[in-house]
């Protein structure tokens, strides 16, 4: 949608701005994260010098619940004196994003923050915040851009509430 690729441009401008003489690490956030990662960068225009984008893989939700227990991926990128910025595509409970938040400056991080698509605030159970957010989603199970329910509707190029028979049947 248009509202959709004009805060993500937004956003790309705002995390330009301040980490264009940081040469960050881009850490989408797999595989929800694809699509808004591939737009948000496409969209800093010019890139920024000396930036990388790498991936780490989490997951925490079977269904359209979370277990609570984050698996998380991270293939050996050196992250020592970086400036992280992970791509998430909501921040639901905040668990997920605490632990990844927490794996990358074991890593040796300089600094890591957060920018993601949704922010889901009315589940958190945690004090976690994104530094950047697209925009606030209320208490609803979304799929599309990249969010699924059981590995489906990725691939919409919208984002729409799940109706609850369809996943209730499950």
């Known amino acids: 949608s248009e509202a959709l690729a004009a805060r993500v441009k937004t956003l790309a401008e705002e995390i330009r701005a301040?980490?264009?003489?940081?040469?960050?690490?881009f850490l989408p956030v797999m595989t929800g994260?694809?699509?808004?990662?591939?737009?948000?960068?496409?969209?800093?225009?010019?890139p920024i010098k000396g930036a990388w984008v790498e991936s780490?893989?989490?997951?925490?939700?079977f269904g359209t619940e979370t277990s609570g227990d984050?698996?998380?991926?991270?293939?050996?990128?050196?992250?020592?004196?970086r400036h992280v910025v992970l791509l998430e595509d909501i921040v639901d409970t905040g668990l997920t994003l605490q632990a990844?938040?927490?794996r990358v400056m074991d890593a040796g991080a300089a600094?890591?923050?957060?920018?993601?698509l949704l922010n889901k605030t009315s589940r958190r159970r945690n004090g976690m915040q994104p530094?950047?957010?697209g925009f606030e989603c209320e208490d609803q199970f979304v799929v599309g851009y990249g969010l699924?329910?059981?590995?489906?509707y990725r691939e919409l190029d919208y984002i729409g509430v799940l109706k609850p028979e369809i996943y209730e049947s499950k």
Not at 72 to 79: A, F, S, T
Not at 148 to 152: E, G, H, K, T, V
């Open 148 to 152: 699924d329910f059981d590995s489906r």
């Open 131 to 133: 530094d950047y957010e």
């Open 100 to 102: 990844l938040k927490s």
């Open 56 to 61: 780490i893989k989490a997951k925490s939700y």
């Open 33 to 46: 994260a694809f699509m808004f990662s591939a737009d948000l960068l496409r969209a800093m225009k010019p």
């Open 70 to 81: 984050v698996k998380m991926q991270m293939h050996n990128i050196d992250l020592k004196g």
């Open 18 to 25: 301040d980490y264009v003489d940081k040469a960050p690490v």
């Open 111 to 116: 600094s890591c923050v957060i920018a993601t």
